[in-house]
């Protein structure tokens, strides 16, 4: 069972707009920043957002990142079929000694 | 242009240790900031982090893990090599590095090898 807590699916239909949630706590979302990596099918994880709502150099502005407390967002805008891909949220937990907590990863199909 | 790539076996018979290296370039290991990281994938399910490396030779470990884990690095050789000791068939699955990078205010995993697909069984 995952720290961060994510939709398994979401769906949308081409040029629509969807949005996937992340779920934490103090200790994590609540204290540091949020990343995003989307993991095409067989492909390994890439950096999507950072820093909550930071795009990387080369990554569209369709994509775009929000937080608010210890919960996170994730919105694609205009939907596109190679959009289809499992979505991860990330955080910095500050718990124990420290460490790294993933969400359970939500599956994006594009209808 | 920052590249890693895991190598190891792909093949582990339960019990035995797990050895994985990860090569890396474009970037030191001695530069203050800089760290690499280790998460896994079983089959069909999420990324799970396992272990990070700081440039100061610091290390975190995942809680659930840390037992079995052992994260080192050979900076000469650009190198970071992961252990897990006494595998079991749950420890199946594909096994990535990634780098430590600094985004506009905080670190993430900014880029990551193409992984490597353990299997363990007997």
């Known amino acids: 069972q995952s720290v961060l807590t994510q939709p398994p699916s979401a769906s949308g239909t081409p040029g629509q707009r969807v949005t996937i949630s992340c779920s934490g706590s103090?200790?994590?979302?609540?204290?540091?920043?949020v990343s995003w990596f989307q993991q095409l099918p067989g492909t390994a994880p890439k950096l999507l957002i950072s820093?909550?709502?930071q795009r990387p150099s080369g990554v569209p502005d369709r994509f775009s990142g929000s937080k608010s407390g210890t919960s996170a967002s994730l919105a694609i805008s205009g939907l596109q079929s190679e959009d289809e891909a499992d979505y991860y949220c990330a955080a910095w937990d500050d718990s124990l000694n420290g460490y790294w907590v993933f969400g359970g990863g939500t599956k994006l199909t594009v209808l | 242009q920052i590249t890693l790539k895991e190598s190891g076996p792909t093949l582990v018979k339960p019990t035995q240790t797990l050895t994985l290296t990860c090569t890396f370039s474009?970037?030191?290991?001695?530069?203050?900031?800089?760290?690499v990281g280790w998460i896994r994938q079983p089959p069909g399910k999420a990324l799970e982090w396992l272990a990070l490396l700081y440039w100061d030779d610091d290390k975190r470990y995942s809680p659930s893990l840390k037992s079995r884990l052992t994260i080192t690095k050979d900076t000469s050789k650009s190198q970071v090599v992961l252990s897990l000791t006494n595998v079991d068939p749950v420890d199946t699955g594909t096994y990535y590095c990634a780098h430590r990078g600094w985004g506009r205010k905080s670190w993430t995993f900014d880029y990551w090898g193409q992984g490597i697909l353990v299997t363990v069984s007997s």
């Open positions: 474009g970037f030191s290991l001695t530069t203050i900031g800089a760290g």
């Open positions: 820093d909550d709502d």
């Open positions: 103090s200790s994590n979302i609540g204290s540091n920043t």
